[in-house]
Structures are given as structure tokens and as C-alpha cells.
């Protein structure tokens, strides 16, 4: 199915066309036939994808040509984003892991530019871990400790929600800073990077794969930091205090980011149900002929229209440099919500034959539901906005 956006949209110049393109060529001939095989017995995404990822440039959208990538915005990003989601989400994922991790990268000078240039191509991958057991939306609450010790630091404490703790070459961990003299809050918060080799979890790491509905393709960790040591990296000293304000500035392309692969679901669905409409045949003539089929199939590629637009905008917005705090949250939390109603609808049109595993639209449906919670839930974004629009509500 062809998108209205390809037909004359003024974001979608012919360099933005060709990598969609790209993207989208990629997707059918190895990210889906992928996913079909290995995401029924939930096995991870083969190493040889991630290289020819790698040699497309997928993991340096955003990392500058200096660096080894691409040089590009928002917009690319979140336009193959969305063209990898329609295969599999977690793959339209991990590209994150290039793109929204080049400035976590520890280290100085060359040793650091070396490590860069090989997350440009998908070879040193990171890993965040921010959610705690008690602590989800509220970052700022972190208990896991991190004390200086030397050029060192040491990290004690429980870690949640980590995906690709395994498989990346280092792990981010949001802490507080066991010091008296810290302040309590965001203020008392630092990154540290703990390095490690692939495939293995750090040294002084336990941990185990939560097990999950959705989202394979990659195992998400609960990880316990025993006396884990990383060294201080040299900029720590200016960022100190500072990383609950570094991990919310980013989240506004996070965001984006998770609308492209929502969008990506509900278009992948969309397809999947128009094609199956066609073939199935009830009372003498296919079901698309139905006018009930036929109001769904419009009211879903509207809802996903809808959402594109507002992507396109919005990372267009963050290309300009603007904060776009309202825009993010807005086209996250709208995004997702179509994503949940639209594989659900798609689910509907193929009735017994979509709650099975012989099609992939139970895949979209379980996809779908995890774009409302994780990157901040639909509430949170619900009260970024109407915070935005009313100011915070007075307290007393």
C-alpha cells in the first residue's frame, strides 16, 4: 500500500525518498523474513543483520560525517525507524543504540573517535540502564548508588527494564551519587559507562531476562550492581549532578523515535489485513467488499496518516533546534494509541486467522502495546502536555 505522504509531501525530498527507499527495500527482503522465522521462538536478532545494518549507515543516522555517520536529523532517523518497524520493532530499535548513544561513548581523543566510528557501523553498541524496580517514571528517584573511589567509580544496586544489557559493548547506568555532600534529587545524579565484552554481562554483574510478551529479537535484563567498578571518565567532573537533566533532554527524540516504530506497526498491520481482505472470500465475494471491512481500512490508514504527519512535523521541529517538549510527548502518545487501536482492528479483519502465529499481525498487536509504555507512558505524556498547555498544577 502506497503512503499518501509519498505523493507530493513537502518534507520528503528525493535524498529523504531514496533512504526510505532503502529502508523500506531492507525491510521486506531481510528484516520480515527474519521476524517470521525467529520472533515465534523468540530468538535474537541474528549478528549478520545487525552488520548489514552496520553497512547501510542505520546506526550513524545521527552520528556526524567527522565521526564516520551519516550527518542527518531526526527526520531520517525516525523515516527508516519506521520502515524497519514494519519488519520488526526491535530492529527498528536497536538502531538507537548507535544513534542515541555516540555522546554516552566513555573516553577521550582518538581511543574515543575510534569507538565512535564503530558505532557508525554497528560494531560498539550501548545499553541504558535507568528503571529500578520502585522506580519507573519518576527517574529523578534512583537509589542505585555509584561512590568514587580513586579514578574510579563503584556501583551497588538494582537495575531494571535494561534491553541489550548482553549484547552491547557498554551499559549507561543512571545513579545517585553516594556522597553526604550530594543534594537529593536530580541533582544528585550521575552517568557512569561500564564497559564490557559483548555478549556477557559486566564484571560484578548479575542478572536475568524478564521474561517478556513482546519485544523479542533482544533480551531485557534485571540486573544487580555488586561493587561493579568503571573508570571516571574525564568529563565526569562537568557532569557530576547533571545526568537526570542529560537523560530528559534526550528523551524528546526518544519519543519521535517510538512514534516512527508505532507508525511503522500500524502501517505494517494496515497492509498486512488490506492484502488478506482481498484474498478472503465469504458469501460469494472477497470481505473487502464489505462496507464494515472498508470504513475500518479507512479509518485506520487516516488514524496512521494522522500520526505520520504529526512525526514528520515534529522531527522537523527538532531539526530546527527547538525543544519541541509538547510536540514529542503529543505525536508519542498519539502514535502509540492509533498503533494499539489500529493492529487491534487489523487483528479484527482476519478474525480467528489473526489470533494465531501464521500471520504476523498478533506480532504488530503485542509490538503496539508495549509504544504506550515504555519512553514515558501515555499518562506521563498526558501530563507533559496538559503542563504545557495550563502550566503545572498549583500545589499546596
Request: charge should be neutral; charged fraction near 25%.
Amino acid at each position: 500500500m502506497t503512503s499518501v505522504a509519498q505523493a507530493g509531501s513537502p518534507y520528503l525530498t528525493n535524498e529523504r525518498l531514496m533512504m526510505q527507499d532503502l529502508a523500506r527495500s531492507f525491510t521486506r527482503e531481510e528484516v520480515t523474513p527474519t521476524a517470521n522465522r525467529l520472533d515465534p521462538e523468540k530468538g535474537d536478532i541474528p549478528a549478520g543483520l545487525l552488520a548489514k545494518m552496520g553497512e547501510l549507515g542505520f546506526f550513524g543516522i545521527l552520528i556526524p560525517e567527522e565521526y564516520g555517520g551519516l550527518g542527518l536529523g531526526a527526520f531520517e532517523y525516525c523515516l527508516v525507524a519506521e520502515e524497519l518497524a514494519r519488519g520488526w520493532m526491535s530492529v527498528a530499535s536497536i538502531i538507537a543504540r548507535g544513534n542515541g548513544f555516540y555522546r554516552s561513548i566513555p573516553g577521550v581523543g582518538e581511543a574515543r573517535r575510534a569507538k565512535i566510528a564503530a558505532m557508525a557501523q554497528g560494531r560498539y553498541l550501548g545499553a541504558a540502564a535507568l528503571s529500578e524496580p520502585q522506580t519507573g517514571s519518576d527517574l529523578s528517584s534512583v537509589a542505585c548508588r555509584a561512590r568514587r573511589e580513586g579514578d574510579d567509580w563503584v556501583i551497588t544496586g538494582n537495575k531494571y527494564w535494561c534491553t541489550f544489557a548482553d549484547g552491547a559493548d557498554f551499559i549507561s547506568v543512571l545513579c545517585r551519587i553516594d556522597d553526604p555532600a550530594a543534594p537529593e534529587g536530580r541533582a544528585g545524579t550521575v552517568s557512569v559507562s561500564v564497559e564490557k565484552p559483548k555478549g556477557e554481562l559486566p564484571n560484578g554483574v548479575t542478572g536475568s531476562p524478564i521474561p517478556k510478551i513482546g519485544y523479542f529479537g533482544w533480551k531485557t535484563w534485571e540486573l544487580r550492581f555488586e561493587g561493579t567498578r568503571a573508570p571516571v571518565a574525564p568529563e565526569t567532573d562537568r557532569a557530576v549532578g547533571r545526568a537526570f537533566q542529560a537523560t530528559a533532554a534526550s528523551l524528546g527524540l526518544a519519543r519521535a523515535h517510538t512514534a516512527a516504530r508505532s507508525i511503522g506497526l500500524a502501517q505494517a498491520a494496515l497492509n498486512h489485513a488490506s492484502d488478506y481482505a482481498r484474498e478472503r472470500v465469504q458469501f460469494g465475494r472477497p470481505i473487502s467488499d464489505f462496507q464494515a471491512i472498508r470504513f475500518k481500512i479507512a479509518t485506520m490508514a487516516t488514524e496512521i496518516e494522522a500520526a505520520r504527519q504529526l512525526m514528520y512535523h515534529t522531527c522537523a521541529l527538532l531539526d530546527a533546534g527547538q525543544a519541541a517538549t509538547k510536540e514529542t510527548s503529543m505525536v508519542k502518545y498519539f502514535a502509540s494509541e492509533m498503533a494499539e487501536r489500529v493492529t487491534s482492528e487489523a487483528l479484527q479483519i482476519l478474525g480467528g486467522a489473526g489470533y494465531t502465529t501464521l500471520h504476523p499481525i498478533e506480532r504488530y498487536w503485542r509490538d503496539a502495546r508495549l509504544t504506550k509504555i515504555f519512553e514515558g507512558t501515555s499518562e506521563i505524556q498526558q501530563r507533559i502536555i496538559s503542563d504545557q498547555l495550563l502550566g503545572k498544577p498549583t500545589r499546596n
